[in-house]
């Protein structure tokens, strides 16, 4: 039975991720970048690793420790915000590091084996950014763009080979810094959104076990917008 790798499952989605495709039986590997403490619940279910995908030593002992390897969902990410002039050149080489450089290198050891098996399934958690440019979200944008493209290719060059691969795109969830975000603003964001509301966790882990069941192997090489209507006639 092949292993589900979750990079990025400590965080909110990351976690809801996980314990929707805890249900499928199949044996995990959690990746997380500092905290480990939200994932605790699944010591000893789950095998947790803690990586720097921004360090090529401690992204290059990750991969080598992937073995088995059936169903990766890549939710790792570097959102640093800033407007062109004001992006510094460590957040840059952050995002281009964690966004686009660990993924394709993960990618790129995993296919092989799983073409071997004729059975593999990757799954990369982009934003709608990469399709509507935000202020102050250039850089962030751009490297979910490289995702989808990125994504794509590689249902195009390895669908005969059993690999499907698909991302999800996650517009106005209730996570992160958009918790945190004052009454007011929230209610901004939900006017943006067709369905008038915010969207949980949840609705992105949902959306990914249903890419990892027989439901969808007729399913490669596409972006599921989980958005709620996003800026839909604006």
């Known amino acids: 039975m092949g292993k589900i790798v979750i990079t990025g499952a400590s965080s909110e989605i990351g976690l809801s991720i996980t314990g929707k495709l805890a249900g499928l039986g199949k044996p995990m590997v959690l990746h997380c970048f500092k905290n480990s403490d939200t994932l605790e619940r699944w010591r000893g279910v789950a095998e947790i690793v803690k990586a720097d995908f921004s360090q090529r030593e401690e992204l290059d002992m990750f991969i080598a420790g992937l073995d088995d390897v059936e169903i990766l969902?890549?939710?790792?990410?570097?959102?640093?915000?800033?407007?062109?002039?004001q992006i510094d050149e460590e957040s840059l080489n952050n995002t281009i590091q964690v966004n686009i450089f660990a993924y394709t290198k993960i990618c790129q050891a995993l296919i092989p084996r799983m073409c071997s098996k004729r059975s593999g399934n990757i799954i990369g958690i982009s934003s709608v950014s990469a399709n509507r440019v935000f202020k102050g979200q250039g850089v962030y944008a751009g490297s979910k763009a490289y995702m989808e493209a990125f994504t794509k290719a590689i249902a195009i060059e390895y669908?005969?080979?059993?690999?499907?691969?698909?991302?999800?795109a996650p517009g106005s969830i209730e996570a992160g810094a958009l918790k945190r975000m004052n009454s007011f603003g929230m209610e901004e964001i939900k006017q943006v959104n067709s369905l008038n509301r915010l969207g949980s966790p949840e609705d992105v882990a949902e959306v990914v076990h249903f890419l990892c069941t027989p439901a969808s192997s007729f399913i490669t090489g596409t972006v599921i917008e989980i958005s709620g209507g996003h800026l839909m006639g604006v």
């Open 159 to 168: 669908g005969k080979k059993g690999v499907r691969a698909n991302c999800v």
């Open 73 to 85: 969902v890549y939710a790792s990410a570097v959102t640093d915000a800033g407007l062109v002039p």
